[in-house]
């Protein structure tokens, strides 16, 4: 029986050139390239067809509001339980802003320096339902209409502002409508209180717009400028070096602030804010 001859014998193998590796090289790197191509186009049309149903359903459901909540401080009642003029004038002016926010945040149960005006049963007016009622008198459907009927002054306003509604709903944006007098104490009272820590979100931007001061005479708008100079001042060096957290400001408002802090059956609430009943501001709560 006879051996077989050695396989490369039988079968001598064909040494490729160095023209044909290279074309061989060359063919693979051509393929590669389509692939690669090709990849990238398919990647493409998939973005392209998730960002045009994006924009279809986007359309749909029609834009993104500019502000998650328009925010109207409280600035008294008239003796029938109606919102003063200038706390109209700022309700107009949030009205503006009808098609650009989502809902209308209305503030303040009243003030400390007046009693509040009652209703024909004998109930106390909320200054936030007065205002609520102006803007749905005004075409804005009810379930967009938020009352904070809590505070009592300014502090009050931006607290119950921010716990019971701001971190509630996670606001982005809020835009505080209010009178021209009353604007420098609004803006740094907010932009404090929305800037104590904790956060459980990233804390809201918040824009201001200042209005006329309708229906005021000029002693008594001059009375609360004064009057708003040196509670700035008060506020200033009296509660922002003492209240750095959430927390801090629970403590002030509950046991330090008049407003807020139990009381003695009998005690006057508020007296060592509240202007004496002959000073011009006191027509301006």
């Given at each position: 029986?006879h051996a077989?001859?050695p396989?490369?014998?039988?079968?001598p193998?064909?040494?490729?050139?160095?023209?044909q590796?290279?074309?061989?090289?060359?063919?693979?790197?051509?393929l590669h390239?389509?692939l690669?191509?090709?990849?990238?186009?398919?990647?493409?049309?998939?973005?392209?067809g998730l960002?045009?149903?994006?924009?279809h359903l986007?359309?749909?459901a029609?834009?993104s509001?500019?502000?998650?909540?328009?925010?109207v401080?409280g600035?008294?009642?008239?003796?029938d339980g109606?919102p003063?003029?200038?706390?109209?004038a700022r309700?107009?002016?949030?009205?503006a802003h009808?098609?650009e926010?989502?809902y209308?945040l209305?503030?303040?149960?009243?003030t400390t320096h007046k009693p509040?005006?009652?209703?024909a049963?004998?109930?106390a007016?909320d200054?936030?339902?007065a205002s609520?009622?102006?803007?749905?008198?005004g075409?804005?459907?009810p379930e967009?209409v938020l009352?904070?009927s809590?505070s009592?002054?300014?502090?009050g306003?931006?607290?119950?502002?921010?716990?019971?509604?701001s971190?509630?709903?996670r606001?982005r944006?809020?835009?505080?409508v209010?009178?021209a007098?009353?604007?420098?104490?609004?803006?740094?009272?907010?932009d404090?209180?929305?800037?104590?820590?904790?956060h459980?979100?990233?804390?809201p931007?918040i824009?201001y717009?200042?209005?006329?001061?309708a229906g005021?005479?000029?002693?008594?708008?001059?009375?609360?400028i004064?009057?708003?100079?040196r509670?700035?001042d008060g506020f200033r060096s009296n509660?922002?070096p003492r209240v750095a957290?959430?927390?801090?400001?629970?403590?002030f408002l509950f046991?330090e602030h008049d407003?807020y802090?139990?009381?003695?059956?009998?005690?006057?609430l508020?007296t060592?804010a509240a202007?004496t009943s002959s000073h011009p501001?006191?027509?301006?709560?």
């Open positions: 029986m077989l001859p396989a490369r014998a039988a079968y193998r064909r040494r490729r050139s160095l023209r590796r290279l074309q061989h090289l060359l063919l693979w790197a051509s390239r389509w690669v191509v090709c990849g990238a186009l398919g990647c493409a049309a998939v973005l392209y960002l045009r149903t994006r924009q986007r359309g749909a029609g834009p509001p500019r502000y998650d909540a328009v925010v401080p600035g008294g009642l008239r003796a109606r003063t003029a200038w706390v109209g309700l107009d002016a949030a009205l009808e098609k926010t989502s209308f209305v503030l303040s149960r009243g509040p005006p009652v209703d049963r004998g109930y007016i200054e936030a339902s609520g009622a102006y803007l749905i008198h075409g804005v459907a967009r009352l904070e809590w009592l002054d300014t502090i306003n931006a607290a119950f502002a921010r716990l019971m509604h971190d509630a709903r606001w944006r809020l835009h505080v209010t009178s007098f009353h604007m420098a104490r609004t803006r740094e009272i907010f404090w209180v929305f800037g104590l820590p904790p459980a979100t990233r804390q931007q824009s717009e200042a209005v006329d001061e005021l005479d000029p002693e008594a708008l001059a009375g609360r004064e009057k708003e100079r509670s700035l509660v922002v957290d959430l927390a801090a400001l629970h403590r046991t407003a802090r139990a009381h003695a059956r009998g005690s006057e508020g060592a202007p501001a006191l027509g301006t709560y």
